[in-house]
Each structure stands twice: as C-alpha cells, then as structure tokens.
C-alpha cells in the first residue's frame, strides 16, 4: 500500500481521535479548544486537496483504501478518493476551518463546562461526513450515515434546557434515523441482488446494473435509497424538520443545514446515479419531489419572518433544485450548484449569527438599520445576498444561468414540451421568491430606520467577520473568474458526471440568449413581489403550501403512542398465562409458515419396537406418566417433584444410549433447578386452584395439542431419511469435531468450541440469577429484622 493510500483513512478517522481529545480535555482547555477544531479541519482540507491535485496530475488515478472489515458478509471498510468525493470532502472541511474560527468568536456565549462536548460533537459530525463523501461501501456509508445523524442531534439540542432545542433535535433524529433505516434496507436488498456493496464496483460494472435491474428487488431498493436520501436531505414531505433545527447555535446551523449534512442526501442521489438511472421511475420521482421542493421552500422562506427560518427554508429549496437536477441527468450541474449554495448560504448564516449575537433577536420586524451600526457586516451581507438573488456579477447569476440553459436544452424535457416549460415557469417563479428573500434580509436588517434593538450594537470581532467575509469573497471571485476557462474546467472536474461538459460565463453569447431572458424575467418577477411583499404576505397566510406537515407527524407520534399504550393496555395485562400462551401459537405459527413456505416432506425411518431395549421403553412410560403427573398435581410441590422426575428420567436414557456427558450436564441442571423451585416455593403463598371457564380450558388444551403435534411433526422431521441424508447435522459435528476443533468428546467440543458464546451467555445467565435471588433474600431477611 503507498503513502497515497494511507492519507485517506487518515483524512476520515483523525477527526474522530481529535474529537475524543477535545471531550476529555475542553473543559482543561476551555475555549482555545476551538483551535483543535480548526487544526482538524486544515489538515483534512490539506490532505484532500493534495489527493485532488496528485490525482489530477497523475492521469486522474483515483487513490483508494481497503481493509477486510467483515469478509465474511461481504462487507469492506473502503475508502475511495474520486474526484466528486474529494470535492465534497474539501467543501466539509473547509466551511469546518471557517465554523472552527467563527466558533472562537461565538463561544463566550456557552458555559464553560459545554465547551467540550460542543467541539467533540462538532469534529465528530466532520469526520462522519468526510466519511460518507469518501467511502467506497454501502455499509460503511451507512455507518458514517448514523454517526451525522446522532452528532446533530447532540449539536441541535445543545441549548437543551430549552423545550424547543430538545424537540427540535428529537425530530430532527427520528426523520433521519427513519430514513437511515430504509436506506440500510435498499443497501440490503441491492448487495443481496449483485453479491457486492462496493459502490464504485456497482456504478462502471454494466453486468451488475444490469443484475440488479433484473432482480425483483430493484425497485423496493430504489424506493427505499429515496426516502433516505428525502429525510436526510428535507424534501418534501419530509422538510419540516430542517427550520425547527435552527434553535442550534449559529455555528451548527452553518455547518449542518447551509453546507454539509443536508446536501448528503443529495450526495448520495449522486453517488447512486449510474447504479439506479435505468429505471422508468428515476426521473419522474426526483423531478416531481424535487421540482414541488424547490418551489414550496422558496415559497415558504418569503412570509418566514425569523432570518434563521428564512434561509432554512431557502436552503430546502436548493437541495430539491439539486435533486430535480439528478431526476434530469443532469449531473455535470451538481458541484457547481453545491459550492454555490455553500459559498452564499454560509456567508448568510454567519451574517445571521453575528446580528443576532449583537441584538439578541432573529425576528427580522424587531430589525432595521444596522448598516450604520456595523458596515462591515452590511457589505458581507450585501455580497452574499446579492449572490443568492442571482445577480451579476456573483458565483449565483452562473449557476443560475448554467441552470436555465440546461433546462432549455435536457434531453429529457426536450422530448416533453409541455413539462418542460412547466419546469422551466416553477424555477423561475421559485428564484423570483428567492430574489425576494434577499432584498427582504437586506433591506429589513440593515436599511431603513435605526429598530430599538439596534441601539446598543457594537462591531463584531475579527473571528466572527473574518469567516462570512472569505465566503463572500469567494462568491464575487467565481463570478468573476468564470469568464476564464480554467473555471469552466474546475467546475467540470468536480462533477460528479465523468465526462461532465457545463457551460459557465459571465458573458452569454448569442447563442446563449436563452437563460438570460429567463434571469431577467426571475428579476423582474422578484422585484414585483418584493414591492408588493405586504400584499403577497397577506395572501400567503390565506393560501399557504403544506403548512401541516408538523402537525401530520406529530399526530403520528401521537397515533403510535396510544397504539402502543392500548397495546400494552390489552395485550400486556399480566397474566403469565397468557404472555405464555401468545409466545406458543406465534411458534406454532411460524412453524406453519415455514413448512407450507419450504414445502417440507418427510420419509419415515423403519422403526421396529423389537430392537429398543427394554429399559428404554419403559423410562419412555415413566416420562409419559410423570408429564401427566405434572398437569393434573394438586399441589405446586407435587408438580415440582413430578417435573423433577421428569427432568432425571431423560438423563437415566442418556444412560441407556451411553452418553455420560449429557447425562452429567443434564443431572446438574435438574438439581439446581430443583433447588431453586423449592426455594420459590418456600415464599409462594398457598396454592389456590384456577377456576377457568370451560371456553378458557378448552383454549389452553388447544395450544397444548398444537404445540405437541408441532413439535412432534419436528421430531418427524429431524428423524426422516431426506433430512438425514442431506442435512446431517450429527455427522457434521462428528467430523468437525476432530478435524477441525481437535477433540474426540464430540459433546464436549460443541459446547466448549462451536457453542463457546452460548455457554457463556448460559454461565452469565445463571449467576445474575443466583446474584438476584441472594440480593432477594438478603433484602426480605433486612424487611424482617
């Protein structure tokens, strides 16, 4: 293995060593801890861009990373650095190194004694997402998957003292984990269906696309990958836990729901592209959730009037345009995209926190004027703002641009008239409600008359300004910049698309008239209803889009809750008779099914009475006599002793077929079992016969008769000539025995090496029994004294 190929898992898991450092030491280091959170994020922003140029220098060799985590269930912890990967990975960790500082600014405000879990959590969400933009495994992408949802639900509810921050970061946790379950499932189906969770593997390898398209398990796994992908990234109808996520402190919500872990849905959407593409159902279902996002969020972020809740909501818009982009094929388009809405959302959100931090408000009527107050901070939201409305000369007006001309020239659309001019007018009015979001921000926090909040502002400091500044810079650079054609090839290189071929200028040609009539009609449109932003407010609150879904999953919440209480109410009432009852027909039950499911038949043995001894026939009599003995005992002793007898006539037949290893074994248990059912029985009080009705007796000599003729049909089984023939298990145990484990006491080889775990569950079993019982009896012996 090079050098090359150790920098990987190094990028991926020294996030998580810094992490576990910062927990045990923060509260020591107080907030200087924050350096460690930077130093993390540069060194996995240098090692990421060092493979990106080695990479690119090299003739695009794509380093990669294996390690046999579980052969045996196929599954590999495989790192690969692709182009699309490393770019993903150099967007986590540079917004980290600019969360990093902003936090040295924004830290005075959490009590000393958090400091160190706030940076833990906030490097251990890092590593996990450097994990998902670099794995190479469905399993391992799934773990790091899981690891992005706990840690932001530790960074949500960081004000946890608050009724908000804890319901926000519940919600938040119970979509994702939702949606991280169904996914785990599509991963199972689709290595159960191509024999492979290598995700590289699965996307060039035709013959198993072609597998797994053939398979009836396609589409369940397709349909599962989507709904994580929706939850993780808040798509519609499962976008309304990204705003009541903005209760996290600033620094979280920048780094969780402006630039990383919301685009991972759509990150994997990317990654599962060229696995999934050919089904009839790809387009049309992210088109359909993507194109409704992209317009509901925009549409909801105009009457929002917390600044947080705005580009919230505004950030849900971006992610279904991302995702409308791959239900198009549209690949080339997902890095440029990305990185715009990064760049301009995360200037925005670090502008959010600063006025907040100054005012101690996000309610945009309790702010106005702030321009005079901190001129700074007017600009760099100026910047960034004029970004997001997609204005020239900023990064925002390219992608913006790049998107209208791939609508007007998909193929997908081209062939479809009517729906591509439907999606063409949606994206237009959703950016002209984006545009107006801007000037809305711009305007009501820092033009207009000086708001009684603003009294008091003070400048920030270099660590909170610094970071949106560099955002806001890059915003104004790549516009810019884009005339050169080294942009246009950058942006290409990052694409998620091999041969990707975006166009991207800040001066159109007249061949590319086209999406420059739309800019200027999404212009024109964002001026209107920002003009007549009382009038569109007013009608938004008659007419609002989806504004239950809250309230739809909370009565879920509520629904599972009474089912489970009602559950429980009649299910679970107490009765022994009956849990044990339930436990028997679902045994009986799944018995059934497997039978008619396998079609199982059985081929009796010759059994011949005149070849078994004596003895045990007759210790077969004394079983029967004994077991009835136990039923029909008037006494819970005499049912005790008959059970006893029971137990130690089937270890006299261990004697009869010669097995003294068993029959010790089994002499053992029946004693201490005895032992401890007479000591129960010494603090039992009386024994009072059950007075059932006859419905209730015949019940319970149904379930028995069921469970015996179960039972019996087993042993029938078990004792056939196909079974034997076929599935010798005792011959397998023999021969391994001595070949494999290297004894010759078969019995004492199954229980010591083959069933070593189960033996020591049993061992642990039995002493947490015998310590409850001693600390009972010690705690009734204390009651009497």
């Keep these: 293995m090079s050098d090359l190929e150790h920098v990987l898992p190094a990028i991926v898991f020294l996030p998580f060593v810094v992490a576990i450092f910062t927990l045990l030491v923060g509260r020591l280091i107080g907030r200087q801890a924050g350096w460690l959170m930077v130093l993390s994020s540069v060194t996995a922003f240098a090692g990421s861009l060092w493979l990106f140029i080695h990479q690119q220098v090299h003739d695009r060799v794509v380093p990669v990373f294996t390690f046999a985590w579980l052969p045996d269930l196929n599954i590999h912890l495989n790192l690969r650095a692709d182009p699309f990967g490393l770019f993903f990975a150099m967007l986590i960790a540079g917004i980290g190194v600019l969360v990093g500082i902003y936090s040295l600014g924004y830290i005075p405000r959490l009590a000393t004694g958090r400091i160190g879990r706030y940076y833990a959590a906030l490097i251990g969400f890092m590593g996990s997402m450097l994990g998902i933009a670099l794995a190479d495994d469905l399993f391992l992408l799934f773990v790091f998957w899981e690891v992005t949802s706990i840690t932001s639900f530790l960074l949500i509810g ?61 589409m369940p796994a397709l349909l599962l990958v989507f709904v994580g992908a929706f939850t993780k990234s808040a798509q519609v109808p499962f976008h309304f836990w990204l705003p009541n996520a903005m209760v996290a402190p600033t620094p979280v919500s920048t780094y969780l729901h402006a630039a990383t872990m919301v685009k991972a849905g759509v990150f994997l959407i990317g990654r599962m592209l060229p696995i999934f593409n050919q089904s009839a159902c790809w387009s049309p279902i992210l088109i359909t959730v993507g194109l409704l996002t992209f317009f509901v969020g925009a ?43 990064a760049a301009y959302k995360g200037a925005l ?57 791939e609508l007007l020239h998909n193929v997908f659309l081209h062939n479809r008239p009517f729906l591509q001019w439907f999606v063409i007018g949606t994206c237009v009015l959703a950016n002209a409600f984006i545009f107006a979001v801007s000037f809305r921000l711009i305007f009501g926090v820092f033009l207009g008359p000086l708001s009684d909040k603003a009294q008091d502002v003070h400048p920030p400091c270099a660590f909170l300004w610094i970071p949106p500044a560099i955002l806001a810079v890059v915003t104004v650079a790549v516009g810019i910049s884009s005339a050169w054609p080294s942009t246009q090839n950058l942006m290409n290189m990052l694409s998620s698309e091999v041969h990707a071929e975006v166009h991207v200028s800040l001066f159109p040609s007249v061949d590319h008239l086209g999406p420059l009539i739309l800019s200027c009609c999404t212009i024109g449109i964002g001026i209107l209803i920002f003009k007549a932003r009382g009038v569109v407010g007013q009608a938004q609150r008659q007419f609002d889009l989806l504004p239950a879904m809250q309230t739809v999953w909370d009565g879920f919440l509520n629904g599972v809750t009474w089912f489970a209480e009602c559950f429980v109410h009649h299910w679970q009432n107490g009765s022994m008779r009956w849990y044990f009852s339930a436990i028997l027909l679902f045994f009986v039950g799944l018995s059934i099914l497997a039978i008619s499911y396998f079609r199982l038949s059985f081929d009796l043995v010759p059994i011949s009475l005149s070849q078994m001894p004596w003895s045990g026939l007759s210790l077969c009599v004394l079983l029967v006599i004994t077991v009835v003995t136990v039923v029909v005992a008037q006494t819970r002793l005499g049912a005790a002793i008959a059970l006893t007898a029971t137990g130690f006539l089937v270890a006299l037949i261990f004697v009869v077929y010669r097995s003294p290893d068993i029959l010790l074994t089994q002499i053992l248990i029946e004693s201490v079992s005895t032992i401890f059912i007479l000591l129960i029985l010494f603090y039992m009080p009386s024994f009072k016969k059950d007075r059932l009705r006859p419905a209730q007796k015949m019940l319970n000599l149904g379930i028995s008769c069921a469970v015996g003729v179960t039972m019996f049909i087993f042993v029938l089984f078990a004792t056939s000539l196909p079974f034997r023939e076929t599935e010798n298990l005792a011959g397998e145990y023999l021969s391994r025995a001595f070949h494999g484990a290297g004894g010759q006491n078969a019995v004492n080889v199954i229980i010591v090496d083959f069933r070593a775990v189960d033996t020591m569950g049993e061992i642990t079993v039995l002493v947490v029994v015998g310590l409850c019982i001693f600390g009972l009896l010690r705690t009734r012996r204390r009651m009497q004294l």
Excluded at 302 to 321: C, P, Q, V, W, Y
Excluded at 371 to 394: D, E, N, Q, W
Excluded at 395 to 402: D, L, W
Aim: aromatic share 10%; with cysteine.
């Design 158 to 218: 960081f004000w946890y003292e608050q009724d908000k921050a804890r319901k926000g970061a519940l919600t938040a946790l119970q979509i994702t984990a939702l949606g991280g379950l169904a996914m785990m499932a599509g991963f199972v189906l689709v290595g159960e269906a191509t024999g492979t969770y290598q995700i590289s593997m699965l996307a060039s390898q035709e013959v198993l696309r072609q597998q797994l398209a053939d398979s009836p398990l396609f």
């Design 299 to 341: 549409y909801q972020a105009f009457r929002e009037n917390d600044l947080k809740g705005m580009l919230a909501r505004t950030t849900i818009s971006t992610l279904g345009l991302v995702m409308m982009i791959y239900g198009l094929n549209a690949a080339s388009q997902d890095a440029l995209q990305i990185f715009n809405h």
């Design 349 to 405: 959100f670090l502008v959010v926190g600063i006025v907040e931090h100054a005012t101690h408000t996000r309610d945009i009527r309790n702010l106005g004027g702030l321009r005079k107050k901190m001129p700074t901070v007017f600009v760099l939201c100026l910047l960034s703002g004029l970004s997001m409305a997609g204005l020239p000369p900023f990064f925002g007006f390219i992608a913006k641009e790049a998107l209208y001309a």
